[in-house]
């Protein structure tokens, strides 16, 4: 594919979360678990709050790392509120 090289991450859908879980996951299945953490950890910092499909295989690869307390953090990231919500609603 033109314009990928390896540790380049999905740079012609940059915005696509499935392109993005489906980049994590083909690394994943190839034994690379490390890498694919950081892709999902990227993916995660940079999406939307509510990106409920990249948040989910994230916190699942944590678990299945054994990283419970960056799993658990991770969650309660997601679930706090956020000022910019509560200034809307007020």
């Given at each position: ?23 994590a ?51 309660a ?14």
């Amino acid at each position: 594919m033109p314009g990928r090289w390896p540790g380049n991450s999905s740079p012609n859908f940059p915005q696509d979360v499935n392109v993005q879980v489906a980049q994590a996951t083909a690394q994943l299945g190839s034994g690379d678990t490390k890498s694919a953490l950081f892709e999902l950890q990227a993916r995660v910092i940079s999406s939307p709050p509510g990106s409920i499909p990249v948040l989910t295989r994230y916190v699942a690869l944590l678990n299945s790392e054994k990283q419970y307390r960056e799993a658990r953090s991770v969650l309660a990231d997601a679930v706090a509120p956020r000022p910019e919500e509560r200034a809307a609603k007020g």
